[in-house]
């Protein structure tokens, strides 16, 4: 009997000996974890809202070994993910133990990114997972920013307010103050006509801005002039204005004392003021002084007194306003001013406070006051002998005849 022995040769063409996968050991890399800025060890990833980004997730066994095909179970979820903001996402598996997630976040702030694998009959967080992610506001767009309007009424010569925010295209609000990078204006663009001339004073004090919290303003201002005002926000860059830009509004007159008012304000604002003026006006030609301006009047018969109502800033007032008070008394230098008497109450204007008895101009302060002595004590007004009858003829708008 003769035995023939026979060699077996196994040739194994892959060493490697794959075992089950392991979360722990599988990591993920990339711009939409890594820390920031670039080489940091720690902190979180950031990320531009509504800009793509992403990572790349290696997959490894226990041996520490890339896996060598794809289908690996796995998840990205994104804390401050939301489909309703146009937040997208997509996966790809490269078939080799890799693969690559793509994310866009719009919603700003700090979040996380939780990257999980199927393994060992559970979900699992890799190495590292979760990952903070910080999402920072993009640039500043005028379709997003808004004009959001006036915080009360406008009245002339009472404190109000504008709003407006600026917002990237995601809507969010910027993590750092925006007021180099927007322009504002106030602008009076309709005063009211000329119909009645004497107005002064200025049309707007010049206005404050309070930004809080960031991107969202506050323009405090008070309008003096009355009419159509025109309230304008330009992004510096691309000059371009936000929505609601201009916003025009209408600036009336202040009518009454303001109940509810968290800034100072004048008192003098509100109805006639000092700017109302007045002429007298006989109703009968005066011998000697016909057809000639005068304050004259014939004794016994009637004159008129037209008084024209305006506000602080000689602008006309479009209500009524029972709020003048006349008085006659002889002349007589010797005699003592009534309390009550305010040359200014006529004129503010040099020209006309020179033809008023016992008033002179002042210069100095831009003011018609009276020259004779004023009492320490109350000198009530007293008609001239003989009495001098007053009464309302007729109201015209700011013409008021008596």
């Avoid at 959001?148 to 307010?161: C, I, N, Q, W």
Wanted: glycine share 10%; hydrophobic share 40%; proline share 9%.
């Amino acid at each position: 009997t003769t035995t023939t022995s026979t060699n077996v040769c196994i040739i194994v063409h892959d060493p490697q000996v794959y075992d089950t996968l392991s979360a722990n050991l599988s990591t993920a890399s990339g711009s939409g974890v890594d820390p920031f800025p670039p080489g940091a060890r720690h902190g979180p990833a950031r990320v531009i809202a509504g800009h793509r980004a992403s990572l790349d997730v290696i997959v490894r066994d226990t041996y520490e070994v890339q896996y060598f095909e794809g289908g690996a179970h796995m998840r990205v979820r994104i804390g401050a993910f939301n489909e309703t903001l146009g937040d997208l996402s997509t996966s790809k598996d490269h078939e080799d133990g890799s693969y690559t997630f793509t994310y866009q976040v719009c919603r700003a702030g700090l979040t996380t990114i939780v990257v999980e694998l199927f393994t060992g009959g559970e979900w699992r967080h890799i190495k590292g997972s979760p990952f903070l992610l910080e999402v920072v506001p993009d640039y500043l767009v005028p379709a997003k920013s808004a004009v959001l309007g006036l915080g009360a009424d406008a009245r002339s010569g009472l404190p109000t307010s504008a709003k407006f925010d600026l917002r990237d295209h995601c809507g969010n609000l910027p993590f750092a103050s925006a007021g180099q990078l927007v322009t504002f204006a106030l602008t009076n663009v309709a005063p009211p006509g000329p119909e009645f001339p004497g107005a002064t004073g200025p049309e707007l004090e010049p206005p404050d801005a309070l930004e809080e919290p960031f991107g969202v303003f506050t323009v405090f201002f008070t309008p003096m002039r009355r009419g159509l005002y025109e309230f304008e926000v330009k992004l510096n860059k691309g000059g371009m204005q936000i929505t609601g830009s201009p916003l025009y509004f209408e600036v009336t007159a202040a009518g009454a004392v303001p109940t509810e008012l968290g800034a100072p304000w004048l008192l003098g604002v509100v109805g006639a003021s000092a700017g109302s003026t007045f002429e007298l006006r006989p109703l009968e030609p005066i011998p000697g002084l016909a057809g000639e301006p005068t304050f004259g009047a014939v004794a016994g018969r009637e004159s008129e007194v037209h008084i024209f109502a305006r506000d602080m800033w000689g602008d006309p007032l479009d209500f009524r306003n029972d709020t003048f008070l006349l008085g006659f008394w002889r002349e007589d230098p010797a005699a003592l001013c009534p309390t009550t008497w305010r040359c200014v109450a006529f004129s503010a204007s040099a020209e006309d406070c020179g033809r008023i008895p016992r008033c002179r101009f002042d210069h100095d302060n831009s003011e018609c006051r009276p020259v004779c002595p004023t009492p320490e004590e109350p000198v009530p007004f007293t008609l001239a002998d003989p009495a001098v009858t007053v009464r309302v003829i007729a109201v015209h708008g700011p013409l008021y005849i008596y």
